[in-house]
């Protein structure tokens, strides 16, 4: 089965919306998207590349001979997870959408499947500049989701949403196109935009100083999408502005295109820079991860609290990046997914609420365990999950993530590193903030007495608690939860293959570095002799 009919089957759907009356518009994004889920389904049970290195499902096509551009789409282990991430998460934001959105329906699904299409190739592209089309067309439905059917300050949000991802992904492509011309130069004027031969050029040719900016320019961009503090301040505001399945479809899938950049390209690309960065960029995690911790324990609005708690967890992703070992990376890709599925769902639950009593202010409702037992139910599940609880996903992915950056030291065994404990402790901090922030917020808004805003029965057109579509919804997610923290190693094992081989050049690198430090402390020692 082709990936592109699985790419071009959404915008298919997307263009059969338009023509329909606006009530068959969700059947037809449904029933599209439901597709595409089976779709990948299917090619995920028949794919070859499971535990190995490999690119399967590849198929190019040519398109600019002349500059070496090729249509070329193929996945790895990891790219193969985080495409089924996409296209489950998909028709569960379309189903959870139904009474949600009343206005300009067409449009609402159309640009949901668009988005689909976009998201789907970034996971697939094996052409830079296919990737970096794929990349930025995903900004345009998220501004118009949000836009459109945002809150009453969607305006600021969906202009600063796109202004700082638009900003550092053209920094981010100033770098591509300069790994690009310097391979032109040294194949004597044959240009290639393959993302395998400008990976290779670019970590065996090119100098440290020249990785360092090219480094610089990738995480312009990436970091700005995941997002690492400080280019954070974006994501707040547009989950918090953002319609119910736009903030879920920003959390699973979107923020992880640049987590799916560090892993794509910064760690095979530029491993003598990054190995020389990685503490600073450790840092930069850290802060964000306590930082943001800080600031959900002094929010009201619920869907503030949980936007921020993305912020913070995403720093746990990114440590696992930088840990270069095989156990910190496994816990970063495994926190892609975990991340998607638990905040995913609170967002679902938060926009459940919010259709009954159009507000998310804690100091106005609360106790909603007498009202909406079943809503309470899952609600209190998924803030276990994401505060890492013993048996559920959070907690693999995130004791992972930490185990890797405690054990990236120089003396490690097999995979050298440059982090280590003292990372790992303060990072652990995040944790136990999390736990508070989210506990709390469980005590007043499920917990204690009933509080229930005034009036709020003039805006209640749904049954006090979930009803049978809003629960299929949330399930799904609940038993992904479930199954990925019983048994982590089915995915682990998938995607080790693909994981060592990024990390291949790493420990000669470290040890190179180590090296270094020693002959100039020796010479410094010599000299001051």
């Not at 915008?11 to 994004?29: D, E, H, T």
Request: aromatic share 12%.
């Amino acid at each position: 089965m082709s990936l592109w009919l699985l790419l071009l089957l959404p915008l298919v759907g997307a263009c059969c919306i338009f023509p329909a009356r606006a009530p068959l518009a969700k059947w037809i994004a449904l029933g599209t998207s439901m597709i595409v889920f089976v779709m990948s389904i299917i090619m995920a049970v028949q794919f070859q590349c499971w535990g190995t290195s490999g690119i399967c499902l590849r198929s190019p096509m040519p398109w600019i001979n002349s500059l070496g551009l090729t249509l070329d789409i193929g996945v790895d282990s990891v790219g193969m997870l985080l495409v089924l991430l996409t296209t489950l998460l998909t028709p569960i934001c379309i189903w959870g959408s139904f009474t949600a959105v009343s206005k300009r329906r067409r449009e609402y699904y159309a640009w949901l499947l668009i988005l689909e299409t976009a998201m789907l190739g970034v996971f697939t592209a094996q052409d830079l500049i296919l990737f970096y089309v794929c990349f930025e067309l995903t900004l345009v439905p998220m501004f118009f989701l949000i836009a459109i059917y945002g809150g009453d300050n969607r305006a600021h949000a969906s202009v600063k949403f796109f202004i700082y991802t638009f900003t550092g992904s053209l920094i981010a492509l100033a770098g591509f196109v300069y790994v690009a011309w310097q391979y032109q130069v040294a194949s004597f004027g044959t240009w290639s935009f393959a993302i395998s031969d400008l990976t290779a050029f670019a970590s065996t040719q090119m100098t440290s100083t020249e990785q360092a900016w090219v480094l610089l320019a990738l995480l312009s961009g990436f970091a700005v999408k995941i997002p690492v503090f400080p280019v954070h301040t974006w994501l707040p505001l547009a989950h918090t502005e953002a319609p119910t399945a736009g903030s879920v479809i920003l959390a699973g899938v979107l923020l992880k295109l640049g987590t799916f950049g560090v892993y794509r390209f910064v760690l095979p690309m530029v491993p003598e820079a990054l190995v020389v960065y990685t503490p600073l960029i450790a840092v930069l995690a850290i802060i964000g991860i306590l930082y943001a911790a800080l600031i959900c324990w002094v929010q009201d609005d619920i869907k503030k609290l949980v936007a921020y708690s993305s912020v913070s967890h995403l720093g746990f992703c990114v440590l696992g990046l930088v840990a270069l070992n095989p156990i910190g990376l496994e816990g970063s890709v495994l926190y892609m997914l975990n991340h998607g599925l638990s905040t995913g769902a609170l967002f679902f639950l938060i926009g459940m609420m919010y259709e009954r009593y159009h507000t998310r202010d804690m100091n106005v409702i609360g106790g909603l365990a007498k009202k909406m037992p079943v809503w309470s139910v899952f609600m209190v599940f998924f803030v276990l999950s994401s505060v890492g609880l013993p048996g559920l996903n959070g907690f693999v992915s995130e004791f992972m993530c930490l185990i890797g950056t405690f054990i990236s030291t120089p003396d490690a065994e097999s995979y050298p590193g440059v982090l280590g404990p003292c990372y790992a402790a303060f990072a652990a901090l995040g944790m136990v903030l999390a736990a508070m922030y989210l506990l709390i917020m469980v005590g007043k808004v499920v917990f204690g007495p009933l509080r229930e805003p005034e009036h709020h029965h003039e805006h209640h057109v749904l049954s006090t608690d979930l009803s049978a579509r809003e629960i299929g919804v949330l399930a799904p997610l609940a038993a992904l939860c479930i199954w990925i923290g019983v048994q982590p190693t089915i995915l682990t094992d998938a995607m080790r293959g693909s994981i060592e081989g990024v990390l291949a050049p790493y420990p000669a690198i470290v040890e190179q570095l180590e090296l270094q430090e020693e002959v100039a402390i020796v010479v410094e020692e010599e000299q001051n002799g």
